[in-house]
């Protein structure tokens, strides 16, 4: 079945500085890929999505490339600022099901000192 | 707009109460979603309607019964809940179930059972 890996986190960073927070993929179909965001307190929101493979996704200075060859959808922002401290979870959809099911990661807890 | 809006906000319930949370959504989207998640965990699918049908059950036990009156509306019904179903309740949207949609997010109902 599909499945989803992040790193682990949690990820501290001092503000300005650049994020990387690497996902992969295992698929049978064709899926679309995403990234969604979750403020302590809040529901997920979708922070950018690719739908086809060498896509570039990119919102609020975020950006992820969907890597065929690599299965991989990495999320990077070059400064990072502290209101960027969130959870963030990597999560795919397959273009072939019907279900409306994604398939999400474990998250990766982000915490921006100043 | 694409906001997804949920009542209450916080909810804390006996093991023998019934209570009711709500979701709503005026994007015309005709797909919604129950998940619940844990504290540091990714959101579990519970429950997919599609067209005001029942679409998904992914083996929820029978004390959450859900209801969906209309189009825009979601009803999570809650009875003889146990203390292990405290967690946030998330409500979602997507245009319909075909894969590789986003899903839009309420900002969730977190439920306490005492």
């Known amino acids: 079945g599909d499945s989803v890996t992040q790193m682990e986190g949690p990820v501290t960073l001092s503000e300005e500085a650049f994020l990387t927070i690497n996902c992969t993929y295992t698929a049978t179909g064709y899926p679309s890929l995403f990234w969604y965001v979750q403020y302590p307190g809040e529901g997920l929101q979708l922070l950018l999505k690719?739908?086809?493979?060498?896509d570039k996704g990119s919102n609020k200075g975020f950006e992820a490339t969907y890597r065929k060859e690599t299965t991989s959808f990495h999320l990077e922002k070059g400064s990072v600022q502290v209101s960027d401290s969130a959870v963030y979870f990597c999560?795919?959809?397959?273009?072939?099901?019907?279900?409306?099911?994604?398939?999400f990661g474990d998250g990766t807890t982000l915490t921006v000192k100043p | 707009d694409t906001e997804v809006t949920q009542t209450p906000k916080h909810l804390v319930m006996g093991m023998t109460n019934k209570k009711s949370l709500k979701c709503e959504q005026h994007m015309g989207h005709r797909a919604m979603y129950w998940y619940k998640q844990k504290a540091k965990k990714p959101p579990e699918l519970m429950f997919v309607y599609s067209y005001e049908k029942l679409s998904i059950n992914e083996s929820v036990p029978s004390r959450f019964s859900p209801e969906c009156p209309n189009s825009s509306l979601l009803n999570l019904h809650l009875h003889a809940l146990q203390p292990e179903d405290s967690a946030l309740y998330l409500c979602?949207?997507?245009?319909?179930?075909?894969?590789?949609?986003?899903?839009?997010f309420g900002p969730g109902t977190r439920l306490t059972v005492t």
């Open positions: 999560a795919l959809s397959d273009v072939n099901t019907n279900a409306g099911k994604s398939t």
């Open positions: 690719a739908t086809k493979a060498d």
């Open positions: 979602a949207s997507s245009q319909g179930l075909a894969g590789g949609q986003e899903q839009y």
